[in-house]
């Protein structure tokens, strides 16, 4: 079912370990990724992943690993995120539909993934393991993963806490680890691929990009209130109590900020920050209602093409800049 059109090919490790035409992700987005974008993804040539805690089951986990597959027959992977709960999630259970589901990629992103490589490895399941620091992507090397996605302080979600650029961070992490790595946070476009690779990178990973398409599952208001915004259009809550949150700066998310800077503790805020508001926030468009997460590269997101038509756009124009304008940098001594 793949509909890629463009001519210019980027083989990297990550193509080649994952099975994908192009050195491009979308991982796990809470609420987006869903069957129709991870779809689009895996037909475009990229490795696109489904959110695991978006389905409120195991159960409704395999049905929607179905219905992707009735919408494309190219690799997709599934988004397998640990938090801290007082009530986790059954993710034995999650971890078992997936294996039996034939997945053969999971994104893991929160706490360190374990036990979760020890089931999933020896069931022949590659891992992609997402992290924000350079200690913790070699953390995830020596537990098994395949690859490591490292986020950048410009990404959406959860930065970490010691504030390093994609810039920093990512030469940092490859000269460290063998496997491939994945470069995430302030990635939109053509140049962000083109100059990822360049600092080390074998991929890049797309989430805010991603969210301004087509095919992704929320309300036209919120993909035209990306495009309007800039760079400085987000905010960074919880960073009093260390769980820094990069989200769409509205009067929800900056009361947020307001009142843990006065000394709040998270109770007094959780009514402002409950996923649900999120939620509608995607479903009818009133960006207002609560918090939603976007990085700061939606100051680089300026339309609303579809999955395909962008990832042909920046893997075409990444091909230009490398074959034409540094090509052309390149000058050969007499």
Known sequence: MSNTTTGSVLRTRFTETFGVEHPIVQGGMQWVGRAELVAAVANAGALGCLTMLTQPTPEALVKEI????????????????????????????????????????????????????????????????????????????????????????????????????????????????????????GIADARGLVAALALGADAVNMGTRFLCTVESPVHQQVKEAIVAASELDTELIFRPLRNTTRVASNAVSREVVARLEEGAVFEDVRHLVAGTRGKQVYDVGDTELGIWSVGQSQGLVHDIPTVGELVDRIVGEAGDIISGRLAAMTRTSL
Request: charged share 20%.
């Open 66 to 185: 179905a219905r992707t597959r009735d919408l494309t027959d190219q690799p997709f992977g599934v988004n397998f995120t640990i938090l801290p709960s007082i009530s986790p999630p059954p993710y034995a259970e999650y971890r078992d539909a997936i294996i039996e589901s034939g997945i053969t990629i999971v994104e893991t992103a929160g706490n360190a993934p374990t036990e979760h490589v020890e089931v999933f490895k020896p069931a022949g399941v590659k891992i992609i393991h997402k992290c924000t620091s350079v200690r913790h992507a070699i953390k995830a090397q020596t537990l098994g993963v395949d690859a490591v996605s490292i986020d950048g302080f410009e990404c959406a979600g959860h930065p970490g806490e010691d504030d390093v650029t994609g810039l920093v961070l990512i030469p940092l992490t490859t000269e460290r680890l063998d496997i491939p790595v994945i470069a995430s946070g």
